[in-house]
């Protein structure tokens, strides 16, 4: 999972398992959180969404779930699949204003 | 639609050197952000405009300046280039803020920056 602060987490998962990445928060005031996907040599794209006061997040093959009891969040992918691969972040936003933090990520190495 | 467009993809300074690294969005967004991205990191926050003529510090806004003269453009200065600046820089867009999904944050390509 991710950690601010520290150098990249890795994980490598076989084609057509299920991958779940996970990202602790830092601020309890945080009241929406978005996944991002980062593809080598490219800005990240988003993902999916979701609010505080929400706990679960169905998209295609993604599903986000937040507890916020210790700021905690996940992002599962079913299904993985070589284009899967690539570094995922999850972005806090913290306050009334509109400024996103990122946590440092984790590369996803998807194994044909 | 072009979105975010970065300017320069690539470039060497010296120690010393100033540049300036261009932005343009095409999608009429209110709030444009400069992030840096350090090799196996995350991404750090710059700075931040929410409209033309405002302009704000993020987490790590030193050796940076910004601008914002109009509401497509924002572009990011490097005055005294330092090796610690060596990173990639992603300039990103949203809308006024709003809890739309996919149109926030639209990211550009990034510019790599070396400083030797």
Redesign the interface.
């Known amino acids: 999972g ?1 950690s ?1 602060g520290l ?2 987490p890795t994980l490598s998962v076989q084609e057509g398992d299920n991958s779940i990445i996970n990202c602790a928060y830092s601020n309890s005031a945080s009241d ?1 959180f ?1 996944w ?1 996907k980062q593809e080598s ?6 993902i999916i ?1 979701i ?1 505080s006061n929400m706990d679960k997040r169905q998209g295609q093959r993604v599903t986000v779930l937040l507890n916020k009891t210790v700021k905690h969040l996940s992002l599962q992918i079913a299904a993985t699949q070589p284009g899967d691969s690539a570094v995922y ?1 999850c ?1 806090e936003k913290r306050d009334t ?9 984790t590369s996803l190495t998807v194994i044909p | 639609n072009a979105g975010v467009t970065q300017t320069p993809k690539f470039r060497i300074l010296k120690i010393g050197q100033s540049m300036t690294l261009q932005c343009a969005q095409d999608m009429n967004h209110n709030y444009m952000y400069w992030y840096r991205q350090d090799p196996g990191m995350g991404l750090k926050l710059i700075y931040y405009s929410v409209g033309a003529g405002i302009t704000d510090k993020g987490e790590v806004p030193n050796g940076y300046n910004v601008s914002r003269s109009t509401t497509e453009d924002f572009p990011l200065r490097l005055e005294l280039a330092a090796p610690s600046q060596t990173s990639v820089y992603f300039c990103a867009s949203s809308p006024s803020k709003t809890y739309s999904g996919a149109n926030v944050l639209t990211f550009g390509a990034g510019s790599r920056l070396t400083v030797l």
């Not at chain 1, 040599?41 to 988003?46: A, T, Y």
């Not at chain 1, 204003?97 to 990520?105: A, E, K, M, S, V």
């Open positions: 991710e601010v150098h990249l929406y978005i991002y040599g490219k800005g990240p794209q988003f969404d609010r972040f972005a204003g509109n400024q996103f933090y990122f946590g440092t990520g």
